[in-house]
């Protein structure tokens, strides 16, 4: 903070204060310099905090700027404009051309599919006879 000035400097700046205001009013002198330190200090802080704020929205202007450009200029977009205009073109050559496709009934499942990981297959087997048991004779 004191890089300018030494210990030897301040304490002479001190006693001539001291001389010149006289002790009775250094307490107030210091009070009001203090004020003014602390006035300056905000001027500079703000006045830092507006050039930074002007410096973040030029360059947020510039990426804004930038992003325009490339969404003006993307190859892919005119490739994809491209692509579905010649993808209407065929589709109404195809509706002119070809008479309407009637739907087909769905396929009946193959019977050697076999069932995914936690179902069950269902057959329609008959059960197994059932083992009755043998009557004991006394």
């Given at each position: ?27 107030r002198l210091m009070n009001m310099a203090g004020k003014w ?73 193959a019977d050697n599919v076999e069932p ?23």
């Amino acid at each position: 903070m004191f890089d300018f000035f030494s210990w030897q400097h301040l304490s002479i700046m001190l006693v001539v204060a001291l001389v010149v205001v006289g002790p009775k009013d250094l307490p107030r002198l210091m009070n009001m310099a203090g004020k003014w330190a602390g006035k300056a200090r905000a001027m500079a802080s703000e006045f830092r905090r507006s050039f930074d704020e002007m410096a973040r929205e030029s360059e947020l202007a510039e990426l804004r700027k930038e992003i325009e450009d490339l969404k003006k200029n993307n190859p892919v977009n005119d490739l994809a404009n491209s692509m579905a205009s010649v993808e209407s073109e065929v589709n109404s050559s195809m509706q002119a051309v070809a008479p309407p496709v009637e739907a087909e009934p769905a396929a009946a499942p193959a019977d050697n599919v076999e069932p995914r990981s936690g179902e069950l297959s269902v057959t329609e087997t008959a059960p197994p006879p059932r083992n009755t048991p043998i009557a004991e004779t006394p």
